[in-house]
């Protein structure tokens, strides 16, 4: 499951912004509520066959599994790493044996997706004010993701933001055509109590894309929790920052067709340290303390002004790319019906995580690797406990479509990359169902607030069956009502939910395609994207129940008649950029 993170906050912001029309938000409410009956599901009989074929799916065979691909040798399943190269290896070997065919690129099961690795070049970075020479790492970071070079005299531009509807413009009679801009905050983030609506570019504008427009050179930016980002920023300094160009590319072309105006392609951009500004500032009508107040949101905002002109700013930041790779992992089951075996239902599950320290893991003590058991190593061996059963049982009618992503917690790069990219026709794929954390559920008793929203050992989340399709969703109550009877919980079945679980994990790619799913998720825990998440504190039992009910119900969608009719298409949440 992916962290909910800034930009997320502020996109998730603007588009709750946007009032649903009325007679959705009824409509969506009385799903909601019939959702939480069983009255409308049909009967469904699970026949012994099917019960016998999902029987194969046992707690010890999870167990055994989650305890290999949650070991500390594989690192933590960054993307990418040797670590997940190592799990995508293990889980092709089994696909193998199993005899799955290979449905990645080229008869193999891996779909490659190659990736730019961008590192910045130390010894070429440069910054330089007159006669005093700036170090990177101590006077300055480089912050944004281009590289380039200016030396041009500066302008500082208090906050930078420009709101028509506020009538806020920090650019009143200031030029930055041909300078450096420095800004009060990171440049893309609104200041606080400042919020935005609207469209970018037409009813708002940010100070890094106001820059970009007006012909500014390069940005210095004084973030508002200025000795964190400092910090945070040293620490990147030291790590490569990886990119899917095809999929940065393809964004880029979705945008010219939405949007009214081209997008931005960032500029070269520092964050200047104390020093640094003190440099910058000195002589100037405001001082530092002021301006990194400001950025604090703390005394009044000074108005923008030109340094003066015998300032210049020489700054030269050099990044170098390499290519590198990484891959989905893609296995087909052939149905046995010779039309129906066209058609996909589609299961799927993440099979990277966080890594160790460096990536996205916190460390607790001396436990720096984040061993995902829970995220997502759960529903990748649930997944492939599904392919075992699935293999060894009777051949459904349709095709069943194992995708193991890559990247998810970088921002859904496997999904988005699986689905705009498909190695099968995605129009022919019926259904998706995503098992992202389904291992943990909260013990009788426990208090601790982390857990709070954890699910129960009977319980489970169940996102997005209202929302596209009613006759997935029935079949879904159907089949639970009809064997294992567990708690659905449909607290998450909100587009609109401030915790924006429904697009916070692969399936929501695939919704964007059109293509209804459901998401099985057992709630955020105290282990979430921790070291301490670890196989050991799975319920191997309740993992059981859900991969069993989520085999059964891929069985029913295999064999019935007709795939499940869209009958609702859900508003975009742009979210996921
Ligand atoms: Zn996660």
């Known amino acids: 499951m992916r962290r909910l993170n800034l930009t997320g906050t502020m996109l998730a912001v603007l588009f709750l912004a946007v009032p649903m029309p009325r007679a959705q938000a009824q409509e969506r409410k009385s799903i909601a509520a019939a959702a939480t009956t069983t009255a409308v599901a049909p009967v469904v009989v699970v026949t012994p066959a099917e019960r016998a074929a999902a029987e194969r799916i046992t707690a010890a065979r999870l167990k055994e599994i989650l305890y290999f691909i949650a070991s500390d040798e594989m690192a933590g399943r960054d993307t990418p790493s040797p670590g997940l190269d190592k799990t995508a290896q293990f ?170 105006e081209a997008p931005t392609q960032g500029m070269p951009t520092i964050l200047a340290t104390r020093a640094m500004l003190d440099a910058l500032f000195a002589g100037e009508r405001v001082d530092t303390a002021r301006v990194l107040q400001a950025s604090q949101g ?123 990219y498909p190695t099968v026709p995605l129009k022919q794929v019926v259904a998706q169902l995503n098992m992202d954390m389904i291992g943990r559920s909260k013990k009788e008793g426990d208090t601790n607030p982390a857990n709070k929203m954890l699910t129960g050992p009977e319980e489970i989340y169940v996102v997005g069956s209202t929302l596209m399709s009613t006759e997935l969703q029935r079949m879904s109550e159907g089949v639970n009502s009809a064997y294992l009877n567990l708690k659905y919980n449909y607290h998450y079945d909100e587009p609109n939910d401030p915790e924006r679980m429904y697009s916070r994990s692969d399936h929501y790619n695939y919704a964007k395609h059109g293509i209804p799913i459901i998401f099985y998720f057992d709630g955020v825990h105290e282990d979430y994207h921790k070291p301490t998440d670890t196989a050991d504190k799975i319920d191997y039992e309740k993992m059981q129940k859900v991969t069993r009910t989520v085999f059964i119900l891929a069985s029913e969608l295999a064999d019935a008649p007709r795939r499940p009719v869209v009958d609702k298409q859900l508003p975009q949440d742009r979210m996921t950029r």
């Open 91 to 260: 889980i092709a070997d089994r696909l193998k044996q199993l005899k799955l065919k290979p449905a990645g690129d080229k008869d193999s099961y891996f779909q490659r997706i190659a990736l730019s690795k961008t590192v910045v070049d130390r010894e070429a970075t440069r910054a330089q004010l007159g006669e005093r020479v700036f170090k990177i790492g101590e006077d300055f970071i480089p912050a944004g993701r281009v590289g380039g070079e200016a030396d041009a005299p500066l302008v500082y531009v208090g906050h930078g933001w420009v709101i028509k509807s506020k009538n806020i413009n920090a650019y009143d009679g200031l030029d930055v055509r041909d300078r450096i801009v420095i800004v009060s905050g990171d440049g893309t983030t609104t200041p606080p109590g400042m919020s935005v609506a609207g469209l970018p570019g037409g009813d708002w504008e940010s100070p890094l894309s106001y820059a970009q427009k007006h012909g500014a050179k390069a940005l210095v930016t004084i973030p508002r929790n200025f000795e964190r980002a400092l910090r945070f920023g040293a620490l990147r300094l030291a790590r490569p920052y990886f990119t899917v160009p095809r999929l940065e590319n393809a964004v880029a072309d979705d945008d010219e067709d939405e949007a009214a």
């Open 298 to 420: 703390q005394g009044e905002q000074p108005k923008g002004f030109a340094l003066s002109a015998d300032k210049r700013l020489s700054l030269s930041v050099k990044l170098s790319t390499t290519e590198t790779t990484s891959q989905n992992i893609v296995a087909v089951l052939e149905g046995k019906d010779s039309k129906l075996k066209k058609e996909f239902v589609a299961l799927g599950a993440h099979y990277d995580h966080v890594g160790g320290n460096g990536g996205g893991c916190r460390p607790v003590g001396e436990d720096s690797i984040c061993n995902g058991a829970d995220d997502d190593g759960s529903g990748t061996t649930a997944l492939l406990t599904m392919a075992e059963a699935f293999a060894k049982g009777q051949r459904p009618k349709r095709s069943i479509l194992f995708v193991w992503h890559m990247g998810e917690e970088k921002g859904l790069w496997g999904s988005d990359y699986f689905t705009r």
